[in-house]
């Protein structure tokens, strides 16, 4: 696993849930600024699910390859479908939506840590 990528991938997602809370606060829709931010996350959850992927493949470690997999994978919905939710609901709480699904992501991460280095 490429910890920094992990890391990287929690701060930037808790901050995008810190952006949606304030525009939730301020009863204001999602804006493309932080479309955008889920954007990169979306790609940087990508790259590590092809490199987990790889490294979980040529590994000797004693990893549960169903859950890492399916970590990998969990990861990389919850972003579109947290997205796609807060586009179709007209009020503040499709920003909250998207703050909820902006904290699954560090949780999922740290999981997802937890099990490669168990």
Known sequence: MFAPL?????????????????LAAR????????????G????????????????????????????????LIGSLIILPIGAFWALAESSRWGAGVLAVACLVIPILELRLYDVWTA
């Open 27 to 38: 009863d204001k829709r999602i804006n493309w600024t932080l479309l955008g931010a889920l």
């Open 40 to 71: 990169v996350i979306e790609v940087g959850l990508l790259v590590q699910l092809v490199i987990g992927i790889v490294q979980l493949s040529g590994t000797d470690r004693d990893v549960s390859g169903p859950f890492f997999i399916g970590y």
């Open 6 to 22: 992990t890391w990287i991938l929690v701060a930037l997602s808790l901050a995008a849930a810190v952006f949606a809370v304030v």
